[in-house]
Nanobody
Framework: QVQLVESGGGLVQAGGSLRLSCAAS????????MGWFRQAPAKEREFVAG????????SHADSVKGRFTISRDNAKNTVYLQMNSLKPEDTAVYSC????????????????WGQGTQVTVSS
């Protein structure tokens, strides 16, 4: 089992920045690929960013490319999402997830999910 706890969400004005953190405990964190996902009210959950277990490969959804950056620190069992130039349409609950392979993360087929943290961007 892997337990995931997100933090760092909040209310920010458009154009501002936030950094989300996801702390993992339980099974070896470094063995998992990780991802960030978001779900806005009345919308489907969508993939935001993914990262391999080593951190050597990342991917970002087109809607956040150039503004958001995923990273991880295996020594701290933590994955991050740096969000810059935030827009009102970024408002959502952001969740992190762990998958046994990077491809499964990119496909949103993760084994473990966190509860999520709310991000609200005001115009």
């Amino acid at each position: 089992q892997v337990q995931l706890v997100e933090s760092g969400g909040g209310l920010v004005q458009a154009g501002g920045s936030l950094r989300l953190s996801c702390a993992a405990s339980g099974r070896s964190f470094s063995g998992f690929a990780m991802g960030w996902f978001r779900q806005a009210p009345a919308k489907e959950r969508e993939f935001v960013a993914g990262i391999t277990w080593s951190g050597g490969t990342t991917s970002h959804a087109d809607s956040v490319k150039g503004r958001f950056t995923i990273s991880r620190d295996n020594a701290k069992n933590t994955v991050y999402l740096q969000m810059n130039s935030l827009k009102p349409e970024d408002t959502a609950v952001y969740s992190c997830a762990a998958g046994v392979t990077y491809i499964r993360v990119v496909r949103s087929e993760c084994e473990y999910w966190g509860q999520g943290t709310q991000v609200t961007v005001s115009s």
